[in-house]
């Protein structure tokens, strides 16, 4: 008698032993006690998870000698015939090959012939989703309404192709993919019965292969008898299979926690020389940084599919991870999979993918900034040598930042210390003591460009603004300032912030001024030889760095640069 794979010699003969999808089999028995048997099912699900096989159990629970019955008897002839597939009312059919309208019209003409008495016809049709759409509306009708004792199973693994037509002439169950502890425990009874000795670790790595998959682990555990024979070994399945080992993904985590950027590289060319598929090995170590992101949010292991001694090892270094961390870095390995499927030169983005791993900075927690910036601040004040006060060491204004609600850093200035910072000459900031209420449109034009700075010491962004404007009107302390007509956003955010604006004027000019912005249609900054400013904002940013140390740490910290 000729060998008979792992996959048909232990097929169940049972619903009960049937693993994985006791919500399909216990409504199909309930369905068969109290016979509320359907005309049409669909089985929808992975591949290998027992679509097919469930639909033989109900073909032979149907038309067993002893039925209907849940527990078919595997003895009488229309069981057996079911077993070995020879039964003239049961058809199982690939519709893959068979998904023309020609070979629909010829099923629907065999259901003339009525089945044997007390049997029921049954069409088993897989891969029932390749059936052309013609094939398709010629079931319509036929699944509408059936001939008596007439029953269609659909199997698929792509339900999402199948017209909404048939889907709502049909039950519909869907089956699961199989969890590794499953497929272990059943792989551990089978090789208990063909007398095979294997450890723990190599059951896990060929469940782990067959992805959910309870056909293709048998599959795979028929390859590992060939190679190992009787005693299988895991670094044995390792090298049949080509799994890559654990260890590996350990030795890229460790070079990320070292910045070790040579062993990453070394690591590349040793996965080019052992021949791994650069994918599998990306796939991988997905998987790893996911086991860590689990680890690290949960404390727990029961959801890895690891050694025992691996999940000790996961949880021993979790503490090296943040969670924002290992999402960086899970995007890193699953951008670089995207691009090597697409690359000719597949190595050279193994690379870059692991340097760029090994060099990304660490997030830095909110809460973390804050700690930074409350020591910044009981730190003194640099001091720095005004030109204007010869050798007396003069105070230099420091921005101290605000941390808002949103986390955004907004950064005011230190009243105590602007009016003795040598940026704004004393004479010039002093100069609000000169100023009277009647403060004239002259004076302002005068000291135009000292006010824009003044205000982007404090707020940078309104200053600016305000420097592309020009004051073109002071009657009853009211002015009005013009910017170009194209400035309309300029415009709008002034009028939001317009009270810090007036405040800040205040401030310098003594004066209060109620502040009113306008479009300039009529040519009003050309009648006073005004044009917006060309602000070299990348200037302004070296020169915010320079003035304040603490956004030059920031900036240090983050790694930041200027974008225009």
């Known amino acids: 008698m000729s060998y008979l794979v792992l996959a048909r010699k232990y097929r169940p003969m049972f619903f009960e032993d049937v693993v994985g999808q006791q919500h399909v089999c216990v409504t199909l ?22 679509k097919t096989t469930v639909a033989r159990l109900l073909s032979k629970a149907l038309n067993c000698e002893h039925g209907p019955t849940t527990k078919p008897c595997n003895k009488c002839s229309s069981c057996l015939e079911i077993n070995e597939s020879r039964s003239l009312d049961v058809f199982e059919i690939d519709g893959a090959s068979n998904r023309g309208i020609d070979e629909v019209r010829n099923l629907r003409d065999g259901l003339k012939y009525s089945s044997t008495p007390g049997k029921y016809r049954i069409y088993i049709i897989d891969e029932v989703h390749m059936l052309t759409n013609e094939a398709f509306n010629a079931l319509l009708k036929t699944l509408e309404e059936p001939p008596a004792n007439v029953l269609f199973v659909f199997a698929t693994t792509e339900s999402h192709k199948i017209p909404a037509t ?18 272990i425990k059943q792989l551990q009874e089978l090789c208990v019965k063909e007398e095979i000795e ?18 293709d682990s048998e599959s795979i555990l028929d390859q590992v008898i060939a190679f190992c024979g009787k005693t299988i070994q895991a670094k044995d399945v390792s090298n049949l299979l080509g799994i890559i080992d654990t260890n590996l993904f350990f030795q890229v985590t460790d070079f990320i926690k070292e910045g070790n950027v040579e062993g990453g590289i070394e690591l590349s060319s040793k996965i080019f020389v052992e021949g791994y598929e650069f994918n599998e090995f990306l796939a991988g170590l997905a998987e790893h940084l996911r086991n860590f992101l689990i680890v690290c949010t ?3 292991t029961e959801e890895l599919n690891v050694s025992e001694e691996h999940a000790q090892r996961y949880l021993s270094e979790k503490e090296h991870f943040q969670v924002e961390d290992l999402l960086r870095l899970l995007q890193v390995a699953t951008d670089a999979m995207t691009i090597i499927r697409k690359s000719t030169n597949a190595r050279l983005h193994l690379e870059i ?3 760029k791993m090994i060099k990304m900075s660490k997030s830095l927690q909110l809460s973390q900034i804050l700690t930074s910036i ?15 006060h010869g050798d007396k060491p003069v105070q230099k204004s420091v921005t101290i930042p605000k941390v808002k609600s949103s986390g955004v850093l907004s950064f005011m200035p230190d009243k105590s210390t602007v009016a003795q910072s040598p940026d704004i000459p004393p004479e010039e900031n ?26 982007k010491k404090s707020k940078i962004a309104l200053g600016t603004f305000l420097g592309e404007g020009w004051p073109v009107s002071l009657t009853d302390n009211k002015l009005i300032i013009a910017l170009d007509e194209n ?33 300039d249609s009529q040519g009003m900054l050309e009648s006073v030889n005004r044009k917006p400013q060309q602000v070299d904002k990348a200037s302004e940013f070296d020169k915010l760095k320079e003035e304040n140390p603490l956004v030059q740490k920031i900036v240090d910290t983050f790694d930041a640069k200027f974008v225009k």
């Open 487 to 519: 400035n309309g956003f300029h415009i709008s955010t002034l009028k939001k912030n317009n009270a810090a604006v007036e405040e800040l004027l205040k401030e310098y000019l003594g004066v209060q001024l109620s502040i009113e912005y306008i479009k």
């Open 198 to 215: 294997i450890d723990n670790e190599s059951l896990r790595l060929v469940a782990s292969k067959a992805d959910g998959s309870m056909r």
């Open 29 to 50: 028995q309930n369905a068969i006690e109290k016979k509320r048997i359907a005309n049409a099912y669909i089985f929808s699900g992975p591949r290998g998870v027992g």
């Open 166 to 183: 048939i889907l709502s002439r049909c039950q519909r169950f869907e089956f699961k993919r199989m969890s590794t502890q499953n497929i």
């Open 430 to 455: 002093g100069s609000s003591e000169q100023l009277s209420a009647d403060i004239s449109l002259a004076d302002l034009e005068k000291k135009w460009d000292s006010i824009v700075d003044f205000v």
């Open 298 to 300: 949960t404390g727990k």
């Open 353 to 355: 993918s692991l340097v």
């Open 374 to 388: 409350e020591e910044l601040k009981k730190k003194p004040l640099p001091t720095v040598a005004s030109p204007s």
